[in-house]
């Protein structure tokens, strides 16, 4: 059986799944709770600064009758006293020695008021602290959070007044609220960061109703932006990870990796390990389906591991860094074409619709008989036709350039697949051809010269 322990900057826990600094972790009772259900580890909700927080807090996002793909939050960071937090902090880590105990932390940028409280978290007997460079709301406007994370020397700045006073591993949570994520990064790593994790919730205003005409979440008739989490930002939380682990920096550092930002299923998980995550933090699919869903993760994640003959979670990390690629490194002469499972389709014919009005024009609709139907008929319609039976789509692969859209539109998995077929191009890079024949690159007669000698047919 797999082993799912981890050491992740010397802080250890049983399985590699923590909660993230959010409602989840808002008290003693609710990790306790987490706790007995699994989890590895949690990271207490923001303690600090003095806040009020106000209602309505969140707001979702909802398509396809799929509720919570996303929620907005302009929630601040724990309302409750922090003498009641640190008490409950140390409570909890003396119940549970074997799981990973970490505090979140965001205070004014002043190194006195820094020292204070990392020494109160000390006393706890914490594992480690998080400082928290990502709120993009409410605290940012007072110079802290993003305001901190957005600007590489203030972030160099207040870590280094961190770990300069404490013995604890110190991680920074970075803010995807940024250009260049690496620029913070190497500004964690200046300060002395032990660790990095991220990402924090994204800038947003999630919707605004068409009824009442208002902001959503509205209090007391007035919105604001707040931080977007939830599965619908998994993407784009892995490719700001990808640029991390591929940063020449970062890599040289040796610093782990916390990866959060979407996380739903052990499927997730597994993905940000894959690009070299060495623990993750889960924040609102436990808002969505409570905390037993650890259970999944954690069963998930070991069957998985060993059917592929992973036997600890650093057998995982990283092992899909390699494939993270830029384009100008891509092969040119790669080709692919989407081929159609009759068996399994069931004549929705949307890959038609999506192909002929926004791609390619390389899928045909054939009546029963194999005939061509003429290019008008209008699916919505019906007609005579139907009486013979739902024309069926058919891709001409000559044409087919490989975009995929027609297999990304398909409602049914495994219906269209994207194949590799032969290719008699040559196999190129565009860096290669930038660097060999610039001209190609660069004229648009030289570009239409060379796709003519090599067989790079448009379509």
Known sequence: MADLSVNFAGIR??????????PPTNSGAQIHRAFEYGWGGAVWKTIGAPVLNISNRYSGLSLGGQRLLAINNVELISDRPLEVNLREIAEVKRMWPDRAVIVSAMVDADPKVWRDIV???EDTGADGIELNYGCPQGM?????GAAVGQVPEMCELNTHWVTSVTRLP????????????????????????????????????????????????????????????????????????????????????????????????????????????????????????????VEDMIDGLSNWMDDKGFATIDDVAGRAVPQVSTFGQLDLGYQAVARIHADK?????????????T????????????????????????????????PRP????????????????????????MVSVPSHRPHVTLDQLSAQQPAVTQQWGAMEAFRAENGFEIH
Request: hydrophobic share 40%; proline share 5%; aromatic share 4%.
């Open 13 to 22: 826990a049983p399985n590699p799944f923590w909660l993230a600094s959010a």
């Open 119 to 121: 020494m109160m978290i």
């Open 359 to 390: 791609a390619h024009q390389c899928i045909d609709l054939h009546d029963p008989a194999g005939v061509r139907v003429d290019p008008g008929y209008d699916l919505r319609a019906g007609g005579k036709e139907v009486s013979v039976g739902r």
């Open 394 to 417: 058919v891709i001409r692969e000559s044409d087919c350039v490989g975009c995929a859209l027609c297999a990304n539109v398909c409602p049914v998995d495994g219906c269209i697949e």
């Open 345 to 357: 389709c069931i004549g929705c014919n949307l890959c038609y619709v999506a192909c002929n009005d």
């Open 140 to 144: 940012s406007e007072r110079g802290m």
């Open 170 to 293: 110190v991680i920074v949570k970075l803010t995807p609220n940024i250009t260049r994520i690496t620029e913070p990064a190497h500004a964690a790593l200046a300060g002395g960061a032990n660790a990095l994790s991220l990402i924090n919730t994204i800038n947003s205003i999630m919707k605004v109703d068409l009824d009442t005409l208002q902001i959503t979440p509205s209090i007391g008739g007035r919105g604001t932006h707040g931080g977007y989490a939830g599965p619908a930002v998994k993407p784009i939380a892995l490719n700001l990870l990808s640029e991390l682990v591929t940063d020449e920096g970062v890599r040289r550092s040796g610093v782990p990796i916390c990866g959060m930002g979407g996380i739903q299923t052990w499927r997730d998980a597994a993905e940000f390990l894959l690009l070299g995550a060495t623990s993750v933090q889960v924040c609102t699919a436990a808002m969505h389906y409570g905390y037993r869903i």
